[in-house]
Structures are given as structure tokens and as C-alpha cells.
Nanobody
Framework: QVQLVESGGGLVQAGGSLRLSCAAS????????MGWFRQAPGKECEFVAA????????YYTDSVKGRFTISRDNAKNTVYLQMNSLKPDDTAVYYC???????????????WGQGTQVTVSS
């Protein structure tokens, strides 16, 4: 089992950057693929990015390609989401999630953090 805690959210102007972190407990972090999802008010949970256990494979939703970068440091049990060129449409609660398989659908992930709010002002 793994517990996840996100941090790094906040308020930023359009065009700015934020880096989200997700710290995981447990000694088996490196065996999990990790994903980032987001949910805006009144909208469904949306896949943002995912990374394999080794970091060798990454996936992104089209709307963030070229702007967001997912990475991980298995020695620190942490996954990151670097977000650049932020837009008001990126405003949402961002969640990290863990699963043994590299997936892009929310229902596939077994473990979730509590979320961190990202607000992008125009």
C-alpha cells in the first residue's frame, strides 16, 4: 500500500509556472507507475500525465503537451509535475495517483492523494 501527499499548488498568473510534487510513503514506490489527474469545478476528472516505474515512458494529454513535464525521483519517493505556460483552463484540483500498471484512465489507479489546488488567473 502507498500513501500520497501532493504539494506545490497555488495561484499564478497566466503564462507562469508551478511545480507540483507528490511524496509517497512506503518502500515500494519504485514499483508503481504514477499519474497526475485534475478536476475543475463541474467537470469530470481528467488525465494529465503519467510516468512508468522507471521513468522511461511518459504520456500526456494533448492539451498539456509541450507545457507540462512529469518526472520522478525514486530515491526520494517523489513524482513531479512541472507546469509551464499556464493557462486559465489549467485551473483545477490536481491529484497524483499510483498503480502497478501505466494507465491513462482514472478508474485504473488504486491509490490517490488528497489533491492540491492550482488557480491560473487571466
Amino acid at each position: 500500500q502507498v500513501q500520497l501527499v501532493e504539494s506545490g499548488g497555488g495561484l499564478v498568473q497566466a503564462g507562469g509556472s508551478l511545480r507540483l510534487s507528490c511524496a509517497a510513503s512506503g518502500r515500494t514506490f519504485s514499483s508503481y507507475a504514477m499519474g497526475w489527474f485534475r478536476q475543475a469545478p463541474g467537470k469530470e476528472c481528467e488525465f494529465v500525465a503519467a510516468i512508468s516505474w522507471s521513468g522511461g515512458r511518459t504520456y500526456y494529454t494533448d492539451s498539456v503537451k509541450g507545457r507540462f513535464t512529469i518526472s520522478r525521483d525514486n530515491a526520494k519517493n517523489t513524482v513531479y509535475l512541472q507546469m509551464n505556460s499556464l493557462k486559465p483552463d489549467d485551473t483545477a484540483v490536481y491529484y497524483c495517483a499510483a498503480d502497478h500498471a501505466l494507465e491513462t484512465t482514472s478508474w485504473a489507479y488504486d491509490y490517490w492523494g488528497q489533491g492540491t489546488q492550482v488557480t491560473v488567473s487571466s
